[in-house]
């Protein structure tokens, strides 16, 4: 039997972009994404050979060119997600931290020589922000720019940088002055190194690297005129995590349809299938129930973000609430598929830990429940 897990009817109200959208992310997912996960989680390896397919959806290309709505680009950052989160990521942090940033914050020119090769992912990007010491408050940190007769002189370091081994240009955030400033920095440029993570656990399958800066001159046409302070940096994020409340609904999603396929074929006690028994039933109504509540507030925040009415505490619930979920989610279909659960045969294994990070990336579960805070009371409460 099929089952959909559009209960409340929502794909009655997408207009033929939606639809084509999410159709064409799909058939991408199913037939040249999954099945090369399994080979990468092992191995520890981002799958490259995804990208020619990636590039090829025009996603990024379309997001370069702001022609997609925001409904559209969350369905496709969910169908992305059902591959994994590290597959969703390698966009989000491509389109929505790098490619944002220089649409956002960057001259006519900067725009010019990287969004064309960045939304036909001919070149691959990075955003650094975070550092050893300054992960939730990166505003304390360490990273320097000075100026010099010809532009700047950068030296730092940025630690879990997602894309920074392949990157050919990445978005660096440094204190110029005592300012936070944005710099686009070609990672071939003398005095900048990327060097791997490796043994995670969490995002096998993605590209992780600490970037090490050592006098690393750049043109003063390297710096994001527009940046000028760690605000600006915090703008990015939004986009990113709007993508994450609408990524992780398809992360959940695919734990759930893996699940349920194995429920009601795999018979336990007098040949009945395990989808047959109420425990379990009530366990699948309960997963359903939290898909459906956050592709709801995914799609609330989609209608506000249409409408530029988005507001960053409002991101902050559906990143919070949305990544919570998911994961939960994927625990309790870990444990309903059994032993089969922790093996690589099945997906769900990789999401929920995969999961496990983007709990902690794009402002941990604490720091968005401190903006929701801070937003319901008026007082700060992060230091
Ligand atoms: P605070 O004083 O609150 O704010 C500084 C300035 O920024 C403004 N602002 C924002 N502007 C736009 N959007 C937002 N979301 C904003 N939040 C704050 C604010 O109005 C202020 O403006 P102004 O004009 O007064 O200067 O700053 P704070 O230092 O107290 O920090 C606040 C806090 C803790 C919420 C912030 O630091 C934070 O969000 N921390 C979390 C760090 C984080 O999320 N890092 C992510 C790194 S990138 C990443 O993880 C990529 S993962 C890969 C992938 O996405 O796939
Ligand atoms: P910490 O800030 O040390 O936090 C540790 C714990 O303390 C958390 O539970 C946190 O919620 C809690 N905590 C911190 N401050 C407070 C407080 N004031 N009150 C209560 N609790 C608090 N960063 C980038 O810049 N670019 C990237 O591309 C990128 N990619 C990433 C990819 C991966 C795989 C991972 C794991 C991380 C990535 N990050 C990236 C970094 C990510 O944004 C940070 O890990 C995140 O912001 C949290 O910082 P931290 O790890 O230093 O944790």
């Keep these: ?3 959909t897990l ?10 033929g972009e939606h639809k084509e959208i999410v159709s064409s992310v799909r058939r991408y997912v199913d037939t040249e994404v999954l099945p090369r996960m399994k080979e990468h989680q092992r191995a520890g390896t981002f799958p490259k050979d995804v990208l020619p397919g990636l590039a090829k959806l025009g996603l990024l290309e379309a997001l370069a060119t702001n022609s997609l709505d925001p409904v559209a ?8 997600e059902r591959a994994g989160s590290t597959i969703r990521s390698f966009a989000s942090v491509q389109g929505s931290l790098v490619m944002s940033a220089i649409e956002m914050l960057g001259t006519d020119s900067q725009k010019k020589e990287w969004l064309p090769s960045l939304g036909r992912l001919e070149a691959i990007g990075c955003f650094g922000l975070t550092e050893p010491d300054f992960g939730s408050n990166p505003a304390g940190m360490r990273t320097k720019a000075e100026k010099t007769a010809k532009g700047y002189k950068l030296s730092g370091q940025k630690c879990w940088i997602t894309n920074g081994m392949a990157a050919k240009v990445a978005v660096i955030w440094a204190k110029l002055d005592g300012t936070v400033n944005g710099f686009l920095v070609p990672t071939a ?4 190194e990327a060097r791997e993570i490796r043994d995670k656990w969490s995002f096998r399958t993605s590209d992780t690297a600490e970037l090490f800066l050592q006098d690393v001159e750049v043109p003063e046409s390297a710096r994001l005129p527009k940046a000028q302070s760690l605000g600006s940096a915090l703008k990015c994020l939004n986009q990113a995590r709007y993508g994450i409340a609408w ?11 893996e699940t349920r396929r194995y429920l009601v074929e795999r018979p336990q006690f007098n040949g009945r299938p395990l989808a047959s028994h109420q425990l379990i039933q009530s366990k699948l109504a309960w997963m359903a129930t939290e898909i459906t509540t956050m592709q709801l507030l995914a799609k609330r925040l989609g209608e506000l973000k249409s409408e530029d009415r988005l507001q960053p505490q409002q991101v902050s619930l559906g990143k919070m609430n949305n990544c919570r979920k998911a994961l939960e989610v994927a625990r309790t279909c870990r444990d309903l598929l059994g032993a089969a659960g922790i093996h690589h045969e099945h997906h769900v294994g990789r999401h929920l830990t995969d999961l496990e990070t983007v709990l902690t990336y794009e402002g941990t579960e604490h720091i968005h ?4 805070g801070e937003h319901l009371t008026g007082i700060p409460a992060y230091v």
């Design 1 to 3: 039997m099929e089952t």
């Design 6 to 15: 559009d209960l409340l009817d929502l794909e009655a109200d997408w207009t």
């Design 73 to 80: 680009y969350g369905l496709a950052m969910r169908e992305l």
């Design 189 to 192: 440029t003398p005095g900048f």
């Design 247 to 257: 990524g992780v609904v398809g992360a959940a999603m695919a734990c759930f349809e």
């Design 369 to 372: 429940s401190l903006i929701l």
